[in-house]
């Protein structure tokens, strides 16, 4: 059964596109913790390549995380927003299949920093990971 599309005929495009998953489970973020980083004005994005022996998911998983140190409720979710989106745009071009990624907001310079800056610093962050 499908769902009706909204009342104003327009429908919402998911939050994370086909081929991206979302991570929710803390030992997700600890292994993330555990793999590379990559500090950026606007974000640190840490990574890390699945095991083999992990489910045999292709694709690629992303999480988001701010601290109290961002802001309050409405700071933080501002800050992971815009962290989705660039999530969004540039990890199903960008990221590397078998891979977790976590984007963690900085205090004032997430929500504050151009969008298209802090889109163009992901690029950056993770030509950085992987060429490593």
Request: hydrophobic share 40%; with cysteine.
């Amino acid at each position: 059964m499908t769902t009706p599309p909204a009342a104003s005929g327009i429908r919402k495009p998911p939050a994370v596109p086909f081929g991206l998953s979302v991570l929710r489970n803390r030992p997700d973020f600890l292994k993330a913790n555990r793999g590379k980083r990559q500090a950026m004005p606007g974000f640190v994005l840490q990574a890390r390549r699945r095991d083999l022996a992990e489910p045999s998911e292709t694709d690629v998983r992303v999480g988001f995380t701010c601290s109290k140190k961002v802001g309050n409720a409405v700071a933080r979710n501002r800050a992971k927003r815009r962290l989705r989106e660039i999530a969004r745009l540039v990890l199903p071009v960008e990221g590397r299949s078998g891979w977790d990624y976590v984007l963690i907001g900085r205090a004032g310079e997430t929500a504050r920093r151009p969008f298209e800056v802090l889109k163009a610093d992901l690029q950056v962050a993770l030509s950085r990971i992987h060429d490593t």
